[in-house]
């Protein structure tokens, strides 16, 4: 449950984690933000530079490096620390050496007295918030990940280009694994209240669904292109983690496709995947389950099987 404090944590200050304070500096997200890195100094000097801004920006945000013991009355810890993903590198691959890194992370963040909620971005996100779940030992609706809110956010950009709409007019979602076994379950996309596949159908050869399908091959492959580009993604990773800590913050009950755990939904238990969620200041209020078809439905089992599978044998201290 938040508090008044508005306080959030930030741990990790490389280019995800301070896209994403400079985001929340100028849309005002919080009264208190704490940057915590293993270098310390680092931490020092971004929170000067970000204060040094405050003139220009519509906040008074309290702005300093700290240590865990600060998270003790925060209402949000955003995890972002982590090892960068090399060009070619799948987020898989990241496991174990992310891994190692939280189990460094966790425990003093509990230790300190923390009650607040978990919101994990370092990749393979959903794998490492289920680390971050077994390791706090938290209620799982106050431990989740960013998910498929990226590639949801990608998705929509896409759509409302190919069809001249208002991105924030398309209703459809990218679920399962952030990753390779992502897909967009079709039969749910909609335009308004009308779906994509009658929109296509009724539109005399306008608009193809076979194009618009291919659309989702370009959300899956975008963080690649990115990478091989520039070396790493991070404002718009930045920018969907305002997004959801607003969310939290204001109670809003949105729906976002964050990584939450299944209790029965989808026919999984256990596993964290990227599903479209109530998301209020208790964290993951409930997750919405699609009606998904026969065959999206193997797409869904197949992406948390690899999920599962990468999860199986690690070893948790």
């Not at 174990?96 to 919101?119: D, M, T, W, Y």
Request: hydrophobic residues 40%.
């Amino acid at each position: 449950m938040c508090s008044n404090k508005r306080k959030i944590v930030l741990v990790g200050t490389g280019m995800v984690g301070m896209s994403f304070a400079y985001s929340a500096l100028n849309r005002a997200l919080c009264d208190e933000l704490v940057l915590v890195d293993i270098d310390k100094k680092r931490a020092l000097g971004e929170a000067m530079d970000l204060n040094h801004g405050l003139a220009f920006a519509g906040s008074s945000m309290k702005i300093y490096a700290g240590e865990y013991d600060d998270c003790a009355d925060a209402d949000i810890v955003v995890i972002c620390a982590g090892v960068n993903q090399k060009p070619g590198e799948s987020r898989l691959d990241l496991l174990k050496r992310n891994a190692a890194v939280f189990q460094s992370i966790i425990e003093p963040v509990v230790r300190s007295g923390f009650g607040g909620i978990f919101l994990v971005a370092t990749n393979p996100v959903d794998i490492m918030t289920r680390v971050t779940y077994q390791l706090s030992g938290f209620n799982p609706n106050r431990v989740f990940g960013t998910g498929t809110t990226l590639d949801t956010a990608r998705l929509r950009y896409l759509l409302g280009e190919y069809f001249s709409v208002d991105p924030r007019n398309v209703h459809a979602y990218v679920i399962g694994e952030h990753g390779d076994s992502e897909f967009v379950p079709w039969s749910q996309a909609m335009i308004a209240t009308k779906s994509v596949i009658d929109v296509c159908g009724q539109s005399g050869g306008r608009y193809r669904l076979e194009e618009v399908q291919g659309l989702s091959v370009q959300v899956r492959d975008a963080a690649q292109q990115i990478i091989a580009a520039k070396s790493a993604t991070y404002y718009g990773i930045g920018m969907a983690l305002v997004r959801i800590c607003r969310a939290v913050l204001g109670n809003e009950n949105s729906v976002l496709t964050v990584s939450a755990r299944l209790r029965g939904e989808y026919e999984r238990r256990g596993v964290y995947a990227g599903v479209p969620c109530i998301v209020n200041a208790n964290g993951v209020n409930r997750v919405i389950e699609l009606s998904l078809t026969e065959e999206e439905q193997g797409q869904f089992d197949r992406s948390c099987d690899i999920l599962e599978e990468s999860y199986e044998g690690m070893e948790l201290s």
